[in-house]
């Protein structure tokens, strides 16, 4: 088995690189070009986090993984629920280098909480909640406690004091990189993955903020240092060098709100106030974050009030054509790029757990499941930047990938990478 080293940026774009690139001379990407290739590649639908993730780590569609939203929900009795590694249905490039006798080191990867007992060091990342059921082994947690290391920056210091969270955003990032110099000391490891999650925060709260351009920046120059930290220690262990990014992002111009749609159309009902407690039996279609739209099955939703085969085919037709059609009322332009299918989307034998109707927004259109908005659109304030679907990247100093279609999705970049690895 070869050895790896993977550095995952989230929500970093190719083109910020690129604009980063051109204001900085002889950075790290720079140089890392030099003997190597900067590749802009596409993320998974839905482009959240959490799929995009477990789509790299397993080499995946989400309809053969089974994580198919940051939400999801158990139909009868009706639940919401945040899946997180557990759900899993295929294995994950962790667990193929531990069967094959080999050891990994990963640190704070979406889609690996619950850690599992692995060779080596897990510590899982987003959807995670207390540091001391994250960790395994677990004698690693009082280092981790006193490096004050954090499984996420809370996103609601953002809304108090901008300036206190960004420090919180480059404290985080310097404990994660001293936990994997540490941890990369410490085994004969075949495959280190760091994950940096500060990115994310980073571009949701101060995208295309003058105000605050130093200190954007300033972060982002951290994240360069950690680049090529590791790619210095990739070179030294002879390994070799994968970074890349889940999604893009871009400023949000609207926030639209789905379910707020559905419930002027007459889909979405309650008894009495809103709430996922009190949807009626009346209901036909209500949505889940972001852009997944479920048809309300009898038998299968407690509320469920479609049934299968005619009728079912009827209203989710209806819906792609009725959602297709919206548009912003400021510019006239859609909302939505694509309206698809489930089976136009997945391929697996988790799709039919999928939403039946995919709504896909154009590019700084940011999509909510909001139940107690009375508005459908609404302009940002705090929460100023959104993902998109293209415009993520990878870059590699191995062999040429040769992808299939000239911009690959992240799901092929976590085949490479088993294949950089040999398993």
């Known amino acids: 088995m070869k ?7 989230d929500g970093t774009p190719f083109s910020l690189l690129k604009e980063r690139m051109q ?5 790290i990407w720079d140089r890392l070009q030099r003997s190597g290739r900067l590749i802009r590649i596409r993320s998974t639908r839905p482009e ?9 780590l397993t080499g995946a569609d989400p309809g053969e993984h089974g994580l198919l939203g940051f939400v999801d929900r158990h139909p009868r009795p009706f639940q919401l629920y945040f899946p997180n590694g557990a759900s899993l249905q295929t ?4 667990d193929k280098v531990h069967n094959a006798g080999g050891t990994v080191i990963s640190i704070n990867v979406p889609a690996t909480f619950p850690p599992k007992p692995l060779r080596g060091l897990v510590i899982g990342g987003f959807l995670g909640v207390h540091l001391d059921a994250n960790v395994h082994p677990q004698d690693w947690l009082p280092r981790l406690q006193q490096l004050s290391y954090t499984i996420d920056v809370d996103p609601a210091g953002a809304y108090k004091d901008k300036a206190a969270f960004l420090d919180q955003l480059e404290q985080a990032l310097e404990a994660r990189v001293r936990v994997a110099l540490e941890a990369a000391e410490r085994y004969d490891w075949n495959l280190l993955q760091l994950h940096i999650m500060e990115t994310d925060r980073l571009f949701h709260f101060f995208w295309d903020a003058p105000d605050w351009e ?3 920046h300033r972060l982002l120059d951290r994240v360069d240092d950690a680049v090529e930290t590791f790619s210095r220690l990739a070179a030294r262990e002879n390994a070799s060098l994968v970074v890349l990014s889940d999604h893009g992002f871009t400023r949000t111009r609207k926030i639209f709100f789905l379910n707020r749609w559905l419930m002027d159309e007459g889909y979405l009902q309650f008894n009495g106030v809103p709430s996922w407690q009190t949807i009626s039996d009346r209901t036909r279609a209500y949505a889940l974050v972001p852009g997944r739209v479920f048809l309300a099955m009898r038998g299968r939703e407690s509320f469920g009030s479609v049934a299968f085969g005619t009728e079912a085919e009827r209203l989710r037709d209806e819906l792609l054509s009725r959602l297709s059609a919206i548009r912003d009322p400021d510019t006239g332009l859609p909302v939505f790029r694509e309206v698809l299918a489930r089976e136009d989307v997945y391929h697996g034998l988790q799709k039919e757990r999928a939403a039946e109707v995919l709504a896909f927004p154009e590019d700084g259109i940011d999509l909510k499941a909001d139940l107690d908005t009375l508005r459908l659109f609404e302009k ?13 990247f990878v870059y590699t100093n191995a ?6 279609d000239a911009e690959a999705s992240i799901i092929e970049v976590g085949q490479y990478v088993q294949r950089l690895l040999g398993v």
């Open 380 to 392: 940002p304030t705090t929460l100023v930047g959104t993902h998109t679907y293209g415009n993520a």
């Open 48 to 56: 959240v986090s959490s799929v995009a993730w477990a789509s790299y």
């Open 91 to 94: 294995p994950t490039v962790l």
């Open 23 to 27: 204001r900085r001379p002889d950075s």
């Open 214 to 216: 130093p200190r954007f």
């Open 399 to 404: 062999d040429d990938p040769k992808w299939k």
């Open 3 to 9: 050895r790896v080293v993977v550095l995952g940026l």
